[in-house]
Each structure stands twice: as structure tokens, then as C-alpha cells.
């Protein structure tokens, strides 16, 4: 995976639950990143991290949470409140301007 | 914030042929443009990158282009292959410590023999 573990890799949420997506990385870089990925609307950014123990909302946050006590983990939840939460949803870091890695990315789907 | 167009949302070349994808970004302040690859069910892959002080970068057959006053960018590949075919996306972003990535919204290209 390229130093990016996302799991697991399929995940089936029933209305009303919250669950959680994992992803550890050890790259031993600094930013970590959530994006949500729907068809042919791109990657859209939920949270992000720069720093452990410090996250900042990205442009969808409404539903999500996030915490970052370690550096290589940055752990996702998909709340009660997001009432369209199946999409894809990919994990990345980054260090300085170098782009990002991305993990393999979980899919969620509601049942 | 950042907003990345990205153009077009399909196109379908055949093998040999060239393509190009057009992208274009609303902060002046961007100074680092990526492009990434992502094939059917799999991870976005970086394959080229380029910064602002930079109007063009090659490697192999693709290459990218910047034109920071017109705040755009473009994806080229030449010869394309089969295994070219994927969907594309462009980002931005002002390339600082907080550097999160804006995208856009992926171009499918398919390759035909």
C-alpha cells in the first residue's frame, strides 16, 4: 500500500450508525488528508491534518469526524448526521509540496 | 478558496493519437499543479507535477504545460497507449505547509484500438 493502510476496504453502514475508517501511514509524514470521492464530481476534501493532535475542516465536513493522536494514524468517522454517506474514500499524505500518496481507499455504502 | 475547472469530463482518442486535458484555477496564490492517474477501482497515482516558476515539464510522453496568467494548465500525452485509459485529475494548491489539494473533476479518457 505504499506506507498508506486504509481499512477495511468495503464497509456497509445501516441508517442511523456511526462507523469508522482507519488509516495509518508509515511515511512518517506530518499531513494527513480525507477526501470523498463520488462519480464525476472529483475528490472533494473532508478534513485535514497538519500536526498531530490538530485538524481543520475541509469543504465537506458536515457529518464527519476525525481525531489525530499519533502521527501515523488519522481515523474517520461517518456520523448519524451525514445522510448521504456512500462514496469512496481515500486517505493521503503529504510531505512539504511533494504531492500526495494516496491509500487503496474504502468504499461505504449505506444499507 | 480554490476552485480547479477541468476539461473535458470525457475523451476518447484512438491509440497513437494525442490528448489533452485543460484545467483551470481561481487563486492567483497556487503555485503547484499535479496531475494524477486513477484507474477503475484503484488509488489516484501522481504522474506528473509542476510549479508555478516552471511553464513546462516533460516526462516521456506526457508532458504539462502552465500559463500563470491566464491562471491554466494542461495535460498532454502523446502516443497514447491502451493503458493510458483511465480518468485524470488536475489539482492546485498554494504548495505551503497547510497544502491541502483542490481537484478537479477528473476527465475519462479511453484509448481505442
Known amino acids: 500500500d505504499g506506507g498508506i493502510t486504509q481499512s477495511p476496504k468495503y464497509l456497509f453502514r445501516k441508517e442511523g450508525q456511526n462507523v469508522t475508517l482507519s488509516c495509518e501511514q508509515n511515511l512518517n509524514h506530518d499531513a494527513m488528508y480525507w477526501y470523498r470521492q463520488d462519480p464525476g464530481q472529483g475528490l472533494r476534501l473532508i478534513y485535514y491534518s497538519q500536526i498531530v493532535n490538530d485538524f481543520q475542516k475541509g469543504d465537506i465536513a458536515e457529518g464527519y469526524s476525525v481525531s489525530r493522536e499519533k502521527k501515523e494514524s488519522f481515523p474517520l468517522t461517518v456520523t448519524s448526521a451525514q445522510k448521504n454517506p456512500t462514496a469512496f474514500y481515500l486517505c493521503?499524505?503529504?510531505?512539504?509540496?511533494?504531492?500526495?500518496?494516496f491509500g487503496s481507499g474504502t468504499r461505504l455504502t449505506v444499507v | 478558496g480554490e476552485n480547479v475547472e477541468q476539461h473535458p469530463s470525457t475523451l476518447s482518442v484512438q491509440e497513437g493519437d494525442s490528448a489533452v486535458i485543460k484545467c483551470t484555477y481561481s487563486?492567483?496564490?497556487?503555485?503547484?499543479f499535479p496531475w494524477y492517474k486513477q484507474e477503475l477501482g484503484k488509488r489516484p497515482q501522481l504522474i506528473i507535477d509542476i510549479r508555478s516558476n516552471v511553464g513546462e515539464k516533460k516526462d516521456q510522453r506526457i508532458a504539462v504545460t502552465l500559463n500563470k496568467t491566464a491562471k491554466h494548465f494542461s495535460l498532454h500525452i502523446t502516443e497514447t497507449q491502451p493503458e493510458d485509459s483511465a480518468v485524470y485529475f488536475c489539482?492546485?494548491?498554494?504548495?505551503?505547509?497547510?497544502?491541502?489539494?483542490?481537484f478537479g473533476t477528473g476527465t475519462r479518457l479511453q484509448v481505442t484500438l
Open positions: 493521503a499524505t503529504g510531505y512539504g509540496v511533494r504531492g500526495y500518496t
Open positions: 487563486d492567483s496564490a497556487s503555485n503547484y
Open positions: 489539482a492546485a494548491s498554494w504548495g505551503g505547509t497547510a497544502s491541502k489539494l483542490t
